[in-house]
């Protein structure tokens, strides 16, 4: 899976090179660091064995239920994979996708966070949406060349601290409504 990973990485990174040599903002594009790489797979199954091929070389996993499918979130710890990246996603696919599987996209944490959306506007070339999946996840999509880059102001491991802070206010909440 290591080896898959790197592979559809510097095929992206090629592309990303390319952008950047396009844009109207080069040092924009230079500037901003790559963080994970989400790997979107056909069914549970599969994200399965990907997860199990990728685990004994993680040291923190989160398993998210996100749109009605399984999202999980893995840090290499002794690892880096192609780019310095060390955030795996293994996305499965929504309920009756089609989506093709491999690499779906790269995140970035884009350092000129403030202004993202006023730069990428200057170029009108560019294909960009603001999204979410929820008010603790929010990201610009980039497309190019066939391919995505998520614009964060954080890293994907920021929602998934959130959730897992959420779960824990849910439960002591209960706790102290028995008391």
Not at 42 to 69: M, P, S, T
Not at 92 to 98: E, F, I
């Amino acid at each position: 899976m290591i080896d898959e990973l790197n592979a559809a990485i510097k095929n992206y990174r090629k592309k990303w090179q390319k952008l950047v040599g396009s844009s109207k903002n080069p040092s924009f594009f230079k500037d901003q660091m790559p963080t994970a790489i989400a790997w979107k797979v056909k069914d549970f199954d599969q994200l399965a064995i990907y997860f199990n091929e990728l685990c004994d070389g993680c040291d923190q996993v989160h398993w998210g239920w996100v749109n009605e499918r399984w999202l999980v979130t893995l840090h290499l710890k002794d690892q880096k994979l192609e780019w310095g990246i060390q955030i795996v996603k293994l996305m499965q696919r929504r309920p009756g996708s089609k989506d093709p599987v491999g690499l779906d996209h790269v995140d970035f944490y884009s350092k000129e966070n403030s202004n993202t959306e006023t730069i990428l506007k200057r170029d009108k070339s560019l294909k960009w949406t603001e999204e979410s999946n929820s008010a603790n996840c929010r990201w610009i999509s980039l497309w190019f060349d066939g391919t995505e880059a998520k614009l964060r102001t954080d890293t994907v491991l920021e929602p998934c601290i959130i959730e897992l802070k959420e779960t824990q206010s849910k439960i002591l909440a209960k706790q102290i409504d028995k008391s």
